[in-house]
Nanobody
Framework: QVQLVESGGGLVQAGGSLRLSCAASGRTFSSYTMAWFRQAPGKEREFVAAIKWSGGSTYYADSVKGRFTSSRDNAKNTVYLQMNSLRPEDTAVYYC????????????????WGQGTQVTVSS
C-alpha cells in the first residue's frame, strides 16, 4: 500500500521558516517526480515545487522561487520542502504527491497523494 505522509506544518509569523517532510512508502519511487502542491480556501490546487527522486533535478513555481527549496533523502525515502521568508499568501494546505512524470506542474498526472498539512503564516 502506497503512502505519502506529510508533516511539519504549523503557524508561523511572516518572515519565518518551516520545513515540511513527506515520508514515502509502499513502492519504489526512484523513477518518480515528487511534487508539492498547495490549496488555499476557495482556490484551486496550485503547484509549488517538484524534485526528481533520481538525480535531484528541481523546478519551482515563480511565486516561491528563491524562498523554497526541495530536497530528498534517499535513505529515509523522504522529501522535504524548506520554506523561508514565508508570507501570509503562502497560507494553505500543502500536499505531497508522486507521479511517473518529469517535473510536471499540473496535479492531474500525479498518482499518489498525501493527506496534506496546514501552513498558516500570520502577518
Amino acid at each position: 500500500q502506497v503512502q505519502l505522509v506529510e508533516s511539519g506544518g504549523g503557524l508561523v509569523q511572516a518572515g519565518g521558516s518551516l520545513r515540511l517532510s513527506c515520508a514515502a512508502s509502499g513502492r519504489t519511487f526512484s523513477s518518480y517526480t515528487m511534487a508539492w502542491f498547495r490549496q488555499a480556501p476557495g482556490k484551486e490546487r496550485e503547484f509549488v515545487a517538484a524534485i526528481k527522486w533520481s538525480g535531484g533535478s528541481t523546478y519551482y513555481a515563480d511565486s516561491v522561487k528563491g524562498r523554497f527549496t526541495s530536497s530528498r533523502d534517499n535513505a529515509k525515502n523522504t522529501v522535504y520542502l524548506q520554506m523561508n521568508s514565508l508570507r501570509p499568501e503562502d497560507t494553505a494546505v500543502y500536499y505531497c504527491a508522486a507521479g511517473s512524470v518529469y517535473l510536471y506542474i499540473r496535479p492531474n498526472r500525479y498518482e499518489y497523494w498525501g493527506q496534506g498539512t496546514q501552513v498558516t503564516v500570520s502577518s
